[in-house]
């Protein structure tokens, strides 16, 4: 499968929360939250998390962050590959 059609999820085991202009992110573990792994997004991290959906296709998203921030689909994909990466890696978000 081509990565522009792959699907994610946010993983039921991350908590997000907007405060004031920043998303933060953190994983509960046995009902608890992880204080000591709490992630904050930057603007288009944040975007990108609410974006995903678990119906919404990876050049969607690539599409709508080009659209709303004004970049080149090239610097969109770059971006979204590094953060979808980073989302996977503190297991935020699976395949859908």
């Known amino acids: 499968m081509d990565f522009a059609d792959k699907i994610y999820k946010k993983d039921d085991s991350?908590?997000?929360?907007?405060?004031?202009?920043?998303?933060?992110?953190?994983?509960?573990?046995?009902n608890v939250g992880d204080l000591e792994s709490i992630y904050t997004l930057n603007e288009t991290a944040a975007r990108i998390w609410e974006l995903i959906d678990g119906e919404t296709k990876v050049r969607e998203i690539r599409e709508r962050i080009v659209e709303e921030f004004e970049?080149?689909?090239?610097?969109?994909e770059k971006d979204l590959i590094e953060h979808l990466r980073q989302l996977k890696g503190i297991k935020a978000i699976v395949e859908g």
């Open 14 to 30: 991350i908590v997000s929360r907007k405060i004031a202009d920043e998303f933060i992110l953190v994983p509960i573990r046995q």
């Open 71 to 76: 970049v080149t689909p090239e610097e969109a």
